[in-house]
């Protein structure tokens, strides 16, 4: 039942997209096609709350988060009401109005923003009951992952976490550093970091086991609920084109030590 939830409000989420992209751009196609008499203004109106009904529905569909949902969705409506009014300014209203719906677009913005940043800048779902040794990585969007050659050097790769109870998942490709230093001593570190691999917080020591099968399948779908952009479209389509050169793509399951 929930699929078929998930593909109803999918498809209503383009169609809107589809018809406030209509509206907009072809005002008078629209008009004449839902028989009503034109006036462009409210038609590109139309065009721009549809664009906003459209994105909160297909955001939803990805977000976990209602209210960063729904700023989001206003924020799209907004900006494609301040291009309307932009576009038809020959036709009439007054400066102060377009100003003040631009203000609200702004307004939604930082409040969204904000938000994402309450949220550890993670939009996607994440595992409410992780253990106690993962329970500060839950929202964390990335970790130094330290890994170490065979005489022992220390060598940390930022890489995206997913936890999920007693165990975390990250992702790699076959012929990576990391991967060939992981398969050779499963001993690693994880600490929370910056974007670039700086550590934040204290390292937490754990054991690397690469998956197969349903377990694999697990991460990918774990990785891809808390980054459904990122591991749910770019790192794959960029696994995939590079495969030649970097392997297929492989999950390890990290248990804290």
Do not use: C
Request: proline share 5%.
């Amino acid at each position: 039942m929930r699929g078929i939830i998930r593909v109803i409000a999918a498809l209503l989420g383009l169609s809107a997209v589809v018809t406030g992209v209509w509206a907009l751009v072809a005002p008078g196609s629209f008009s004449a096609a839902v028989n009503f008499p034109e006036h462009r203004h409210f038609v590109h109106d139309v065009g721009a709350f549809q664009l906003g009904i459209g994105a909160t529905l297909l955001l939803a569909l990805i977000w976990a988060d209602g209210l960063a949902v729904a700023l989001a969705g206003y924020l799209v409506g907004a900006v494609a009401h301040t291009a309307s009014h932009i576009m038809d300014r020959d036709l009439g209203g007054a400066t102060g109005q377009t100003a003040l719906i631009a203000v609200f677009a702004l307004v939604a913005a930082g409040a969204l923003m904000l938000r994402w940043r309450e949220l550890g800048s993670v939009l996607g779902r994440v595992e409410p009951d992780a253990a106690p040794p993962w329970a500060g990585f839950t929202r964390q969007k990335t970790v130094a992952l330290t890994s170490y050659r065979r005489d022992g050097t220390p060598v940390a790769t930022p890489v995206s976490i997913a936890v999920a109870g007693e165990r975390a998942y990250v992702r790699s490709f076959e012929r990576a550093w990391k991967t060939r230093r992981i398969g050779a001593n499963p001993a690693v570190t994880v600490a929370a970091s910056t974007g670039r691999g700086r550590p934040t917080g204290p390292a937490l020591p754990a054991t690397a086991r690469r998956l197969t099968g349903a377990e694999y399948a697990a991460a990918a779908r774990a990785l891809r609920r808390k980054y459904p952009l990122l591991h749910g479209m770019l790192v794959p389509l960029a696994h995939r084109l590079g495969r030649r050169r970097t392997g297929r793509t492989v999950h390890f399951e990290l248990r804290a030590d």
